[in-house]
């Protein structure tokens, strides 16, 4: 059985099937192959299932904190399958929406294994058999998974990957999280609450290294204010598995110790998802996993394109989505703008929470940069007071010449939502002048932004 589509799309997450949709949207004739789930990694087993059990434990947290709001709240405990339930239960509810909407746009959905025998072609692996299909253009969206360290692999009983962390067997009591990036930090921040006695080991000399060095160090004794233990420049040589509990043997400062835990998340980063896809062959170049792409996701080799988290960093879902739909429109005739990767926000969903979108400090001086730096913390926000929120910080990062705004970095109570304020000042080439004459609604955190931005030039209001 052969079909001819003008577009097929190679994974259904948030980069293949929005670029499915779109493409749909201009008059293409598409198909979209998935082998596990609508909605990829993402919405099955990343962003959103972790964002709802992240909010079980901000809930949970703030019920222990109930007496300063005037409230009784007596006899408080959680049931961790009924927490899990919750999280699945919405991923199955999105994910039953990303297939209403591939049909809502006619796109052709074919469940199955993909490879490219050859350009044009599309060749799945079904559990009817094998089909076959062409296109003219093809776009490669097949995401990543999680990396595993040689000794340190998975084994989902006592070791485990973001996915066994996100449907628990039990509650960890002693848990080691080997790396502090977004998923590390979350489950971290997600355990910890919920009382586990969470370690954290960071091979970088900080955790959260992706960050503003001053942000990083904030959330850092944060974390350590709620018993979070923190090991930097720190790495774990060996795990010795037993019967229910590891021995590791961490590193640090030449010296190895060892200690046991009875539960141990590996977050030390991803893979691209390249096997079976048949590239090499094609002629499309891949380095450490992950496809080479011009800044318009072409591969090189012609009516091939990579998306998402399969095309390399950053590895977030609304760049991956952004790139589909730019494809999508360059597929269409269209003359899109390419995705610039800094001006891409970063969100991570810990207590307190962490965003981030443009240049840190240290990445604009070694540019050679002049630049001018501003900060306000929640302790001067009246709204981050009344809300019981008053640890967190925004910064700012200026060209001293021009006044454009270089990077904004926060940490702090629902920064995940403000710092698209500044995102949308970046797209829009805004300066500090335009930012000052903004008017900010009173009392909102946002309030915070304008602060950060005057307090660059010395001229901050409220501190």
Not at 11 to 35: C, D, F, H, K, T
Not at 171 to 186: C, H, N, R, T
Not at 370 to 382: A, D, H, T, W
Not at 438 to 456: C, G, I, Q, R, Y
């Amino acid at each position: 059985m052969s079909k001819s589509f003008d577009m097929i799309v190679i994974g259904a997450g948030p980069g293949g099937y929005v670029a499915a949709i779109r493409g749909a949207q201009l008059g293409l004739n598409v198909a979209v192959v998935e082998r596990e789930h609508l909605g990829g990694i993402c919405l099955n087993w990343g962003c959103i299932p972790t964002k709802a059990m992240l909010r079980t434990s901000e809930v949970f947290h703030l019920m222990h904190r109930a007496k300063e709001f005037g409230l009784k709240a007596d006899g408080i405990g959680y049931d961790l399958p009924a927490v899990v339930k919750r999280s699945r239960g919405i991923a199955k509810q999105l994910n039953s929406g990303v297939g209403h909407l591939l049909k809502k746009n006619k796109v052709t959905v074919v469940m199955g294994e993909a490879s490219i025998p050859a350009k044009g072609k599309v060749q799945v692996k079904t559990d009817k058999g094998v089909e076959d299909l062409t296109a003219k253009n093809i776009v490669i969206a097949t995401g990543a998974r999680a990396r595993e360290l040689p000794g340190l692999e998975a084994d989902g009983d006592l070791v485990w990957t973001y996915k066994h962390a996100l449907v628990p067997n039990r509650m960890p009591k002693k848990l080691l999280v080997i790396g502090s990036g977004a998923i590390g930090i979350e489950f971290a921040s997600f355990y910890n609450t919920l009382g586990a006695d969470t370690t954290v080991v960071e091979v970088m000399d900080r955790i959260l290294p992706v960050e503003d060095a001053e942000i990083s160090g904030f959330a850092k004794k944060q974390f350590e204010k709620q018993s979070m233990k923190i090991r930097e420049k720190t790495m774990v040589k060996q795990l010795d598995r037993g019967k229910g509990k590891v021995i590791a043997y961490i590193e640090q400062g030449g010296a190895v110790t060892k200690e046991e835990f009875d539960t141990v998340i590996s977050a030390v980063g991803i893979v691209g998802n390249t096997e079976g896809l048949g590239l090499e062959a094609l002629g499309v170049k891949v380095d450490r996993t992950h496809v080479v792409t011009d800044p318009h996701c072409r591969t090189g080799v012609d009516g091939v394109y990579a998306i998402g988290d399969i095309a390399g960093a950053p590895w977030l879902a609304h760049k991956a989505s952004h790139e589909g739909v730019m494809v999508a429109e360059l597929i269409a005739g269209g003359h899109p703008h390419a995705v610039e990767a800094d001006s891409i926000a970063g969100c991570t969903y810990c207590q307190p929470q962490i965003a981030s979108v443009g240049l840190t400090e240290a990445q604009a001086k070694e540019k050679g940069l002049g630049i001018k730096v501003g900060r306000f913390p929640f302790i001067g926000n009246g709204k981050a007071i009344a809300l019981g929120e008053p640890e967190g910080m925004i910064k700012t990062v200026f060209d001293a010449k021009t006044g454009a705004l270089l990077g904004a970095h926060m940490v702090g109570a629902e920064v995940t939502e403000l710092i698209q304020g500044y995102v949308v000042g970046r797209q829009l080439e805004t300066t500090e002048e335009d930012l000052m004459q903004t008017v900010f609604p009173h009392p909102t955190l946002s309030e915070m932004m304008h602060e950060a931005v005057l307090d660059a030039w010395g001229r901050a209001i409220h501190f």
